[in-house]
């Protein structure tokens, strides 16, 4: 039990991770900032770093040697007898955003979304574009010159550019190529216990999963920081058929509710009150055996949980169970206001709790889940 | 009727109401394989993989057969309550209209009862957000409540089956599980009878079926099998077919369905063997529609499959209708099927047969090695 003797405390959650990853420009397709962020946190932590065909991040740490099995095994899901399961776990780098399909002669550039939002948030916003992150704004005619009726109607996104201030065609791709992408202009904040910032779904979870890499996990891992899970899963699909775990744990940050409007009843989860546990989503049925040792991990460490309202959303989860023979799959959630939309807030509490049940979660999946 | 189709219509009504009778929304199917192991209890070695499928392999001389019947019928989860009245909000699980629904009895896996109701709006069907479990429990009867008098709350992520009753109209079978229940007791009922099996034979019970063919997914990697039939049910005029077929007039072969086109050679084999089994095929064209064979026929490299399904009949509610006749002949075309009918390993071309035999055998001494 070398590699994998560690047995104290859960790591810290490290902030300082969530800071810069929570900063930096990663749009579904272009994670590339992302990923040297989270592989300088880790290089010094783990067995092996690489990045795969598709770009995701991948580090082993206690895997060599542990006789995990290989992508064409059969298995039904229990570890072999006498050795530990290996658990894969995974947080997405990209974030939704945009990208720039053409430059008009004006100098205006038009775009389009990569992933699901809203386009009611666009209006007015400021924009970083391209790898130089020149600045930019959705701009629209100023109320002086707005009818009363056109102040009620909400403009298509197909409708709306983003103006970098280039006075032409010529001008604008000095600074701007079609095909670059673009990011909210949002700088993480923090007061209080509440933390603000863009792209926390899923930043949040590729900083719990750097923190939780900080120490040596109680059993073999895989960590994988995905790429484009906002357009389609896409990331952990290839990674999962590589890694073939035994066990699977997405992170995530997910949508909280409680905003104005939504009923008592409809608003949770909330912030503040702990991970988030997924029974079911539009892709995953969650293992039970697995979402039950979390509950039971959560209560043992007075870690207060909550439960992801069923049958919305989806997750890299969803992917990684059907790979293979098929991955018994669960996803940890810090819950964050205002996901996919310029400003998000979490609860750095929830964040910390997060790590926390992780950590102590693969502890009692090396106790238990060997056994079977 | 002879005899002998009488007692084994006996047979089969037998397996099929211990079937019917079992609690297994998606991903909650432990009573139907509970059921599904007694039944074909020292018909071969069983195992059960990672998303709850159940595997049973019957080993023999030939290429490796998947059958495959999905044992999930539909249910519901809970996704908000109101702690007051004990009411909560539910999201479908498994392919189901809001409407058809409304005033289902429900049953949790720990015996709670419960009902659907809906916030009436007239003149329009209503939508799953317009859906309410009525438990009964609100917070006074919460605080009084115990396990042991079925009033515990309902917490989030509950899941409810409909709380069937099964029963037997004249010829008919009508029930709220008759998808894929009916076609769960067909396999059992074939492999039973089937006499001198000529394939190497692996029937999978498959899990989560009704949320996207996801235990197929993963459980034909798992065998790797190189031709496959699916057993399924499929309703008249949902949403559409473009072949009509009826009631009590045999099983149907699937020539498309979503994600899904015959391959011919399978289609061939399933005519043979319904021919030699005299039973009565009808075909099943239908859009937006479709079963585990999507995911099966597209495993690894793909596998030759073919559907065979069931004709049933929407009560309008939660029940449907089979008729008893076609259950008992889906079951006489698969036993025909394994007893190699249709044609079985010879059938294939030569080279064919020693690629995939070669690639079983060294299938088989890497998983001796790994094990």
Same mark, same amino acid.
């Given at each position: 039990?070398?590699?994998?003797?560690?047995?104290?405390?859960?790591?810290?959650?490290?902030?300082?991770?969530?800071?810069?990853?929570?900063?930096?420009?990663?749009?579904?397709?272009?994670?590339?900032?992302?990923?040297?962020?989270?592989?300088?946190?880790?290089?010094?932590?783990?067995?092996?770093?690489?990045?795969?065909?598709?770009?995701?991040?991948?580090?082993?740490?206690?895997?060599?040697?542990?006789?995990?099995?290989?992508?064409?095994?059969?298995?039904?899901?229990?570890?072999?007898?006498?050795?530990?399961?290996?658990?894969?776990? !995974?947080?997405?780098?990209?974030?939704?955003?945009?990208?720039?399909?053409?430059?008009?002669?004006?100098?205006?550039?038009?775009?389009?979304?990569?992933?699901?939002?809203?386009?009611?948030?666009?209006?007015?916003?400021?924009?970083?574009?391209?790898?130089?992150?020149?600045?930019?704004?959705?701009?629209?005619?100023?109320?002086?010159?707005?009818?009363?009726?056109?102040?009620?109607?909400?403009?298509?996104?197909?409708?709306?550019?983003?103006?970098?201030?280039?006075?032409?065609?010529?001008?604008?791709?000095?600074?701007?190529?079609?095909?670059?992408?673009?990011?909210?202009?949002?700088?993480?904040?923090?007061?209080?216990?509440?933390?603000?910032?863009?792209?926390?779904?899923?930043?949040?979870? !590729?900083?719990?999963?750097?923190?939780?890499?900080?120490?040596?996990?109680?059993?073999?891992?895989?960590?994988?920081?995905?790429?484009?899970?906002?357009?389609?899963?896409?990331?952990?699909?290839?990674?999962?058929?590589?890694?073939?775990?035994?066990?699977?744990?997405?992170?995530?940050?997910?949508?909280?509710?409680?905003?104005?409007?939504?009923?008592?009843?409809?608003?949770?989860?909330?912030?503040?009150?702990?991970?988030?546990?997924?029974?079911?989503?539009?892709?995953?049925?969650?293992?039970?055996?697995?979402?039950?040792?979390?509950?039971?991990?959560?209560?043992?460490?007075?870690?207060?949980?909550?439960?992801?309202?069923?049958?919305?959303?989806?997750?890299?989860?969803?992917?990684?169970?059907?790979?293979?023979?098929?991955?018994?799959?669960?996803?940890?959630?810090?819950?964050?206001?205002?996901?996919?939309?310029?400003?998000?807030?979490?609860?750095?509490?929830?964040?910390?709790?997060?790590?926390?049940?992780?950590?102590?979660?693969?502890?009692?999946?090396?106790?238990?889940?060997?056994?079977? | 009727?002879?005899?002998?189709?009488?007692?084994?219509?006996?047979?089969?009504?037998?397996?099929?109401?211990?079937? *019917?009778?079992?609690?297994?929304?998606?991903?909650?199917?432990?009573?139907?394989?509970?059921?599904?192991?007694?039944?074909?209890?020292?018909?071969?070695?069983?195992?059960?993989?990672?998303?709850?499928?159940?595997?049973?392999?019957?080993?023999?001389?030939?290429?490796?057969?998947?059958?495959?019947?999905?044992?999930?019928?539909?249910?519901?989860?809970?996704?908000?309550?109101?702690?007051?009245?004990?009411?909560?909000?539910?999201?479908?699980?498994?392919?189901?209209?809001?409407?058809?629904?409304?005033?289902?009895?429900?049953?949790? $896996?720990?015996? #709670?009862?419960?009902?659907?109701?809906?916030? #009436?709006? $007239?003149?329009?069907?209503? $939508?799953?957000?317009?859906?309410?479990?009525?438990?009964?429990?609100?917070?006074?009867?919460?605080?009084?409540?115990?396990?042991?008098?079925?009033?515990?709350?309902?917490?989030?992520?509950?899941?409810?089956?409909? +709380? +069937?009753?099964?029963?037997?109209?004249?010829?008919?079978?009508?029930?709220?599980?008759?998808?894929?229940?009916?076609?769960?007791?067909?396999?059992?009922?074939?492999?039973?009878?089937?006499? #001198?099996?000529?394939? +190497?034979?692996?029937?999978?019970?498959?899990?989560?079926?009704?949320?996207?063919?996801?235990?197929?997914?993963?459980?034909?990697?798992?065998?790797?099998?190189?031709?496959?039939?699916?057993?399924?049910?499929?309703?008249?005029?949902?949403?559409?077919?473009?072949?009509?077929?009826?009631?009590?007039?045999?099983?149907?072969?699937?020539?498309? $369905?979503?994600?899904? *086109?015959?391959?011919?050679?399978?289609?061939?084999?399933? #005519?043979?063997?319904?021919?030699?089994?005299?039973?009565?095929?009808?075909?099943?064209?239908?859009?937006?529609?479709?079963? +585990?064979?999507?995911?099966?026929?597209?495993?690894?490299?793909?596998?030759?499959?073919?559907?065979?399904?069931?004709?049933?009949?929407?009560?309008?509610?939660?029940?449907?209708?089979?008729?008893?006749?076609?259950?008992?002949?889906?079951?006489?075309?698969?036993?025909?099927?394994?007893?190699?009918?249709?044609?079985?390993?010879?059938?294939?071309?030569?080279?064919?047969?020693?690629?995939?035999?070669?690639?079983?055998?060294?299938?088989?001494?890497?998983?001796?090695?790994?094990?």
């Amino acid at each position: 039990m070398s590699a994998n003797g560690a047995r104290g405390a859960a790591p810290a959650f490290r902030e300082d991770f969530l800071e810069s990853l929570s900063n930096a420009a990663g749009v579904s397709g272009d994670e590339h900032r992302v990923r040297e962020i989270v592989a300088a946190a880790v290089r010094d932590r783990v067995d092996t770093l690489e990045v795969d065909a598709m770009g995701s991040l991948v580090a082993r740490i206690g895997v060599e040697g542990a006789g995990v099995r290989n992508g064409n095994a059969r298995t039904n899901g229990s570890a072999r007898k006498g050795r530990l399961p290996h658990v894969m776990l !995974c947080a997405h780098m990209d974030e939704v955003g945009f990208m720039i399909t053409a430059i008009e002669k004006e100098g205006r550039l038009r775009f389009r979304r990569a992933g699901g939002i809203d386009p009611r948030v666009l209006v007015g916003q400021v924009f970083r574009v391209g790898g130089a992150g020149v600045r930019g704004v959705t701009g629209i005619l100023p109320p002086h010159l707005v009818s009363h009726t056109e102040e009620d109607k909400v403009i298509a996104a197909d409708d709306l550019y983003i103006d970098i201030g280039a006075s032409s065609r010529e001008d604008a791709m000095r600074h701007v190529a079609i095909g670059d992408t673009a990011v909210f202009d949002t700088t993480y904040e923090a007061w209080g216990s509440v933390r603000k910032g863009k792209a926390f779904d899923d930043r949040a979870g !590729c900083a719990v999963l750097a923190s939780l890499v900080q120490e040596r996990p109680p059993v073999p891992v895989t960590a994988v920081w995905s790429v484009q899970e906002e357009v389609g899963l896409r990331g952990a699909t290839a990674a999962a058929r590589r890694v073939a775990p035994d066990l699977a744990i997405v992170l995530e940050g997910t949508a909280s509710g409680e905003t104005p409007g939504a009923g008592p009843e409809e608003s949770a989860p909330r912030m503040g009150g702990g991970p988030t546990l997924t029974v079911h989503d539009r892709s995953l049925m969650a293992d039970a055996r697995l979402v039950d040792l979390l509950r039971r991990t959560a209560a043992e460490r007075r870690i207060p949980t909550q439960w992801k309202r069923p049958g919305i959303g989806g997750t890299d989860a969803g992917r990684i169970a059907l790979s293979g023979a098929g991955v018994p799959s669960a996803v940890v959630s810090v819950p964050c206001r205002y996901i996919h939309a310029p400003a998000a807030y979490l609860d750095v509490r929830d964040a910390r709790r997060t790590v926390e049940l992780v950590w102590h979660a693969l502890r009692a999946i090396g106790k238990e889940w060997s056994e079977s | 009727m002879s005899p002998a189709s009488l007692k084994s219509a006996a047979a089969l009504d037998s397996l099929l109401q211990p079937l *019917l009778a079992a609690y297994g929304p998606p991903g909650r199917e432990s009573a139907v394989r509970s059921v599904l192991r007694r039944l074909l209890r020292g018909a071969g070695t069983w195992e059960e993989d990672a998303i709850g499928n159940l595997h049973l392999h019957r080993a023999g001389e030939g290429p490796r057969l998947l059958l495959a019947a999905h044992m999930d019928a539909p249910g519901i989860i809970v996704t908000r309550l109101d702690g007051e009245t004990g009411q909560a909000r539910l999201s479908i699980l498994g392919g189901r209209r809001p409407a058809e629904l409304v005033g289902a009895p429900l049953r949790f $896996e720990d015996g #709670r009862a419960a009902i659907v109701s809906w916030d #009436r709006k $007239e003149g329009a069907d209503p $939508e799953m957000d317009q859906l309410l479990v009525e438990t009964g429990v609100g917070r006074a009867a919460g605080r009084r409540a115990t396990r042991a008098n079925g009033s515990r709350p309902l917490d989030v992520g509950d899941v409810a089956a409909i +709380d +069937d009753r099964p029963a037997r109209l004249g010829d008919y079978w009508c029930s709220a599980n008759l998808d894929d229940r009916a076609g769960c007791a067909a396999l059992v009922h074939a492999l039973t009878r089937a006499r #001198r099996v000529r394939y +190497d034979v692996h029937a999978v019970f498959t899990a989560q079926s009704d949320l996207g063919a996801r235990g197929a997914t993963t459980g034909t990697f798992g065998i790797d099998p190189e031709m496959a039939v699916v057993v399924d049910v499929a309703h008249l005029g949902e949403p559409k077919e473009t072949s009509g077929f009826s009631l009590g007039k045999g099983p149907c072969v699937t020539l498309k $369905e979503q994600g899904f *086109l015959a391959h011919p050679e399978m289609l061939e084999r399933v #005519r043979k063997a319904a021919r030699a089994a005299r039973v009565p095929l009808q075909y099943l064209i239908r859009e937006g529609e479709g079963s +585990d064979a999507r995911a099966v026929r597209a495993a690894r490299s793909g596998v030759p499959t073919a559907v065979i399904a069931i004709p049933a009949r929407r009560t309008g509610g939660v029940g449907s209708l089979v008729h008893a006749t076609d259950l008992e002949q889906t079951a006489a075309l698969i036993a025909a099927i394994l007893e190699g009918a249709g044609g079985a390993a010879g059938e294939r071309s030569k080279s064919k047969r020693t690629k995939t035999k070669a690639r079983a055998g060294a299938g088989r001494t890497k998983r001796g090695g790994r094990t």
